[in-house]
């Protein structure tokens, strides 16, 4: 379990920095950095307090973003739409910044 | 010059190496820190440079230090290449041991697609790189690889922010004689290394998260050709079969939690 140490420093931005970030080399890259004046914002994801740990182990609440998933996940398409689906729980791919993250979704079957 | 290393080394709590430095040495003649105007001239003739490169493309070998939940320190690796055919044509390949993501965007649609996961996204982007930077940031949270590089010299480049900036001396980086910079700022560290002579690319780059207790470091050694040839499909993203297309969470606000 690691602890991603840029978070924090990300929210403060760093201009060079940016290009790590963009780089993705790290969830943190974009913070590693540096220099300056990007804000805050840029980084959804990496902006949130990250919980972790358990909270998979039971129910998932409807609409809780995670970084990954188990491995354990089988990938789905419903109509059209991709999916993972982890026994009960169902997770809905999606882009946040240059990042996939999978949100909690209803099952879609 | 060699003091204000040394100087610059003590201030960072750096360790050199058995030696490095005498007693005397250790005594810096000032405690002043002072902003080169040397130093910053040569990273706006830098910026300057890259921003008259209409084609090029750059391969750059990274590391990234991270934490275990122990606090040891750990180092991450990849590579970025970045091809770029001003004004509307651009893709980028993220590989690493933590990243995987392509960028591909010619002039009309931007997409990223991570190989590993087979999912991608898109959006129908503006005309130019110029507009395009700003529509990834602002609205997808999407830095551009390498971006920051190329506005130091403008308006928006990061020259306000720096406390000290030294020039440290000649190195060698992959057999070009390059010129080393050494710059603070608030919470980083950061050194750079520019080619000497007619072309005055960024060479090598670290940056020191000095706000950390552990001093996590990103750095990357760039290598530059700026007579690329591009083949023509190398911007437009033709999605294997097996991938799937997901949309943009441009939310904010929502609670994370992580498997990791």
């Known amino acids: 379990m690691r602890r991603i140490i840029m978070d924090r420093i990300g929210s403060r931005g760093l201009v060079l920095a940016a290009f790590l970030a963009a780089a993705g080399l790290a969830p943190s890259a974009a913070n590693a950095v540096v220099v300056v004046r990007r804000s805050v914002n840029y980084h959804p994801v990496a902006r ?19 970084r990954s998933i188990p491995p354990s996940c089988t990938s789905v398409v419903v109509g059209n739409v ?10 809905q791919p999606r882009y946040a910044g240059s990042a996939v993250t999978y949100v909690v979704v209803n099952p879609p079957r | ?61 990274v590391t990234t230090d991270d934490l275990l939940a122990s606090g040891q320190k750990v180092q991450f690796g990849g590579t970025v290449e970045l091809m770029v055919r001003r ?18 965007y010619d002039g009309k649609t931007f997409t990223i697609f991570g190989e590993k996961v087979g999912y991608y996204a898109s959006f129908q982007a503006p005309p ?39 020039t440290v001396g000649v ?20 050194e750079l ?13 670290v940056i020191t998260t000095t706000s950390e207790k552990s001093r996590p470091q990103h750095g990357m050694v760039l290598d530059w050709d700026l007579a690329p040839k591009f083949p023509d499909d190398l911007f437009t993203f033709a999605p294997p079969p097996q991938a799937h297309k997901v949309e943009f969470d441009t939310s904010m606000g929502r609670s994370v939690s992580s498997h990791q």
């Open chain 1, 82 to 91: 991709a999916y993972q689906q982890c026994g009960s729980t169902w997770y």
């Open chain 2, 171 to 190: 190195s060698t980086i992959a057999g070009a004689a390059c010129d080393h910079f050494a710059f603070r700022q608030k919470d980083v560290d950061w």
């Open chain 2, 193 to 205: 290394w520019i080619e000497q002579g007619a072309r005055p690319v960024p060479r090598k780059l």
């Open chain 2, 1 to 61: 010059m060699r003091s204000d290393l040394v100087a610059v080394a003590i201030a960072a709590g750096l360790t050199l190496g058995a030696g490095s430095r005498s007693k005397a040495e250790a005594k810096p003649a000032s405690t002043k820190v002072a902003v080169d105007p040397d130093a910053i001239a040569a990273l706006q003739k830098m910026g300057a440079f890259l921003r008259e490169q209409q084609k090029f493309s750059v391969r750059a070998t």
């Open chain 2, 128 to 166: 130019t790189l110029a507009e395009l930077k700003d529509v990834t940031e602002r609205r997808y949270g999407i830095d551009l690889p390498l971006a920051d590089l190329f506005y130091w010299g403008t308006e928006h480049d990061g020259t306000s922010d720096i406390t000290a900036a030294t």
């Open chain 1, 48 to 66: 949130r307090a990250v919980v972790t740990g358990a909270a998979v182990a039971t129910a998932v609440a409807v609409g809780t973003v995670v």
């Open chain 2, 87 to 104: 004004p509307d044509r651009m893709r980028a390949d993220v590989r690493g041991d933590r990243s995987d993501e392509h960028i591909y």
